[in-house]
């Protein structure tokens, strides 16, 4: 099994260019999540979704746009790329807490992606 | 303000010892706590989960223990082994209107030393 995919692996991007990470996942999760991490920071929540057509802002959505139209795909969208948004970015799956609660994450492996 | 402390400082073990790590938590009431393994360049990935009514959990040469008077989960890895060295994250969760709010510490980073 695939698990989560996440593509591209890398990126670097300049100053107000836009681009789209995408994450697909292949194990049916209602949940889906992305994150960004930086050194000594740990994961923040980025958006958030509980099912097809439903999303929900994190933690720390600024700058940030998300769209979930099918089960399998969560894709985030940087519109206007700062320096700030240099990060790692991680993609997590999970089933719902209704379908027997307290569910793991089950992580893609990440997008390195560097703003200059 | 609510925060999860973990260990900052890497930690190094002889190859054979248990290494205890450690995740504090404030101003969180936890249904349940998560840790996880993260090696570098990789995404996390599940190891074990404590509900807040359980004292500890073993799997293999894992331990966790959950104490919700001291806010504290312990998570020991007996007879440790080079092969687990890594950064290991605990995730606080708690239970909002049927979706699952996840907080995750910052890590900490484990080197066993042969």
């Known amino acids: 099994n695939a698990g989560v995919t996440q593509t591209p692996k890398f990126r670097i991007l300049k100053i107000g260019q836009s681009m789209t990470l995408q994450c697909t996942q292949d194990?049916?999760?209602?949940?889906m999540y992305w994150y960004r991490q930086d050194p000594g920071m740990g994961l923040k929540l980025i958006y958030y979704?509980?099912?097809?057509?439903?999303?929900d802002k994190g933690e720390v959505p600024n700058g940030y746009n998300v769209s979930r139209s099918t089960t399998e795909d969560f894709p985030l969208r940087l519109e206007l790329a700062a320096p700030s948004q240099t990060s790692v970015y991680f993609c997590?799956?999970?089933?719902?807490?209704?379908?027997?609660?307290?569910?793991?994450?089950?992580f893609g492996d990440g997008t390195r992606l560097s703003i200059l | 303000s609510q925060k999860i402390e973990q260990n900052s400082e890497a930690l190094n073990i002889q190859e054979g010892k248990t290494a205890t790590l450690t995740c504090n938590y404030t101003?969180?009431?936890?249904?349940?706590l998560q840790w996880y393994r993260q090696d570098p360049g990789r995404g996390p990935v599940f190891l074990l989960l404590?509900?807040?009514?359980?004292k500890e959990k073993r799997k293999e040469r894992l331990k966790v223990t959950f104490d919700t008077t001291l806010k504290q989960s312990l998570f020991h890895i007996t007879a440790s082994q080079p092969a687990d060295s890594a950064t290991y994250l605990c995730?606080?969760?708690?239970?909002?209107?049927?979706?699952?709010?996840?907080?995750f510490g910052t890590g900490t980073k484990l080197q066993v030393i042969p």
């Open positions: 997590a799956s999970s089933y719902s807490a209704q379908a027997g609660g307290n569910q793991p994450q089950h």
């Open positions: 194990m049916n999760h209602n949940y």
């Open positions: 979704s509980v099912g097809a057509g439903i999303t």
């Open positions: 101003n969180y009431s936890p249904a349940y």
């Open positions: 404590i509900r807040e009514n359980e």
């Open positions: 995730a606080l969760g708690m239970n909002s209107g049927g979706y699952q709010k996840v907080t």
